[in-house]
Structure formats: C-alpha cells, structure tokens
C-alpha cells in the first residue's frame, strides 16, 4: 500500500510554501502589480500599500507627504525610509511598537523562528522591507511587493539580516 504521493504537477511551482488558508481580503504582490501598470512595485511603497490598506499609488503620495523632500515630485518611489513608513503609520492611526533587536543583527529566519508572538509585523532587513505575519511556533508568512503568504525561508529573504521591527497594533491586517 504506502503512502500515495501527490502528483508534481497538482499546484504550479509558484504557489509552493503559501498556505492555502491565506485570506482572500488581503491584497498581494500581483494585486500591486496590476495596479503599477505591470511592473514590479518598489517594497517601501508596497509594505506601506499592504500595512494602511491603500493603493500602490495613494501609498507613494503618503510618503511624499510625510517628507516631501525626499521624495520625486512624480515618478516611482524607489528608496523608502524607516522614519517615512513609521510616520506615514502614525499619520494613518495605526499603532505600533518597536522591538528591541539585539546588537547582533539575526537572520530573517531566526528572527522568525525565535519565539516571534502572532501577529503583523513591519520589517526592515537588509535593504528591504517586508509585512511578517506570524502565526506562532516559528511559522511565519512573508508578504511584499514579491510574496504572498510565502513562507520565510531562505529562499524568501531569510538570510538577510533585520535591522528595524515594529509590530502592528491596528490597521486593516489585524481584521484579515
């Protein structure tokens, strides 16, 4: 008898590592890429987009109203700033908590798997940013401007470094 394997060709090699469960109220990466016109959305806006439920675009015009100055008049935002998400969050009503990160910097995977509580996180690793969703023991889903509901691993950025967390206490993710 044994054990009866699932056919290779049952799920197409783009949803291997996303749970099936993933809710259907949250927008993805291939939401934002429509909404960008087709092309891949820079990660700083997207994270933003995901975190505030607002478009690819209102997102854009949310950083360049926290700091004006940073950011192009018109065009892609491509560099996003830690401070800029944190205030376009406080700017939007939605509360949040830094986590103390020790001196040493952990993977993306370790952070993950070390007792992280369940919720939404906002992330920063190295040069990029990410929404985590942790759903505790160590199993925690990506979401970005590239991922879905991917679980974290290495091939999903778990081997860069996190240099700054916040974890979310409002906002439309915590309902999703």
Known sequence: MGLQHRPLDEAPRAEAGHRAETPATLRG??????????????????????????????????????????????GPIVTAYWRDLLGALEATGIAHEPLDLPAKRRTLVRFARDGLAPGWYLVRITDHFLLLRSHGFGLTTQHDNRHTGALVSAKTHGQRHVTHAVRLLGGPLLAA
Do not use: D, F
């Open 29 to 74: 990466h291939l939401a934002m890429l429509k909404e960008n016109r087709g092309e891949t959305p820079w990660c700083g806006p997207a994270t933003l987009a995901l975190a505030t439920g607002r478009s690819y675009a209102e997102a854009g015009m949310l950083l360049r109203s926290i700091a004006p100055a940073w950011y192009p008049a018109e």
